[in-house]
């Protein structure tokens, strides 16, 4: 790790704000404006652990960057890094109560959430495993690195499309909202502004069946790994004596 002391304070900072911030989901609703307000500042405080915690991820490769050509599982850690440095900057952003009144309610909010959930969550996840079950079941190497790189691909294609398709589709529906006519009426009706999202959702199907694609595939290769994997050779245990 580039800095450990960065990532113990990265740690304790966010143990300490993030139980402050759930108010910002709460924007607008009944909940006492002081705790919305709340909310927000402890929100935006969370910028700064979270974008350390990013940067002490991507340095610890200082140096290395070379082994992103031929080493995908660190092309996993590089990318979830990256999403977890967006979805950590979004959050905040939206957390500002003239930010949530285009984006409360909208797909915007989901298309943040599954650029964490599936970006940062799902990506890491994938590349521990990747990195893990040959050290668990004590194989050389995965059963192919080739379909690692064609999961990571193939996921990476996937978060973009569903995550980009429901930014667009989110603020769409916010402008659509916000519309008035002259004499202060809507311009849009609640079904006109859901009809304008079907394509939208569409590209975020074609994503989503991308990502779980990726998902299937990495399945298939953990499978071979176990069963027909190539074991690495036993290395002998030195006596600390």
């Given at each position: 790790v580039y800095s450990y002391?960065?990532?113990?304070v990265h740690f304790w900072t966010l143990i300490s704000i993030y139980m402050w911030?759930?108010?910002?989901h709460l924007h607008y609703t009944t909940l006492p404006d002081w705790a919305q307000s709340l909310g927000m500042v402890f929100s935006v405080l969370l910028l700064a652990p979270s974008w350390g915690g990013m940067i002490n991820g991507i340095m610890t490769l200082s140096g290395a960057w070379h082994k992103l050509r031929t080493d995908p599982i660190l092309k996993f850690m590089i990318v979830s890094l990256s999403f977890y440095g967006m979805s950590t900057f979004e959050g905040p952003m939206m957390s500002i109560k003239t930010v949530?009144?285009?984006s409360?309610?909208?797909?915007?909010t989901i298309g943040h959430v599954h650029s964490g959930a599936l970006g940062w969550v799902a990506m890491i996840s994938a590349g521990c495993i990747?990195?893990?079950?040959?050290?668990?079941?004590?194989?050389?190497?995965?059963?192919s690195i080739k379909l690692i790189d064609l999961h990571f691909w193939i996921a990476t294609?996937?978060?973009v499309l569903y995550v980009a398709s429901m930014w667009v589709a989110g603020v769409m529906q916010g402008l659509m909202w916000r519309a008035v006519n002259a004499d202060g009426t809507l311009t849009y009706s609640f079904m006109e502004s859901l009809k304008a999202t079907y394509p939208y959702y569409g590209i975020r199907l074609v994503g989503g069946?991308?990502?779980?694609?990726?998902?299937?595939?990495?399945?298939?290769n953990v499978y071979k790994t176990i069963t027909l994997g190539e074991s690495r050779a036993l290395q002998p245990v030195?006596?600390?004596a």
């Open positions: 002391r960065l990532s113990v911030a759930g108010p910002h949530n009144a285009l409360h309610y909208t797909d915007w990747y990195a893990l079950i040959p050290r668990v079941f004590g194989r050389k190497e995965m059963y294609i996937g978060v069946i991308m990502f779980l694609s990726g998902m299937l595939i990495m399945a298939y030195i006596d600390p």
